[in-house]
């Protein structure tokens, strides 16, 4: 079992950036495949950015070129690196990590972005 804390956000103005940290504790991270999440007011919780046991990574098309994630196995972290930022990118940002063997899926308990001006 894996415990998930995010941090990093805050108050950005638009086009200006932050990076999101995910710690992991309890397990290693190097058995799952890692996400970004979000959840903005009244919508449906959806996939930003995906990294995979192997190292690949997948982005949805809302932010691809302006975030990117990365993983750091060594020390059980899972970034999210975010430019050029809008104000649709307001939301609560979620990590998520999935054991490829067992299929079991945790989830941090999100840290707040907010893009204004």
């Known amino acids: 079992q894996v415990q998930l804390v995010e941090s990093g956000g805050g108050l950005v103005q638009p086009g200006g950036s932050l990076r999101l940290s995910c710690r992991a504790s309890?397990?290693?991270?190097?058995?799952?495949?890692m996400a970004w999440y979000r959840q903005a007011p009244g919508k449906q919780r959806e996939l930003v950015a995906r990294?995979?046991?192997?190292?690949?990574?997948d982005y949805t098309g809302s932010v691809e070129g302006r975030f990117h994630i990365s993983r750091d196995d060594a020390n059980n972290m899972i970034y999210l690196q975010m430019s050029s930022l809008k104000p649709e990118d307001t939301a609560v940002y979620y990590c998520?990590?999935?054991?490829?063997?067992?299929?079991?899926?945790?989830w941090g308990r999100g840290t707040q972005v907010t893009v204004s001006s």
């Open positions: 990294t995979s046991l192997g190292g690949s990574t």
């Open positions: 998520e990590g999935r054991n490829r063997a067992t299929g079991s899926d945790y």
């Open positions: 309890g397990s290693i991270i190097a058995f799952y495949d």
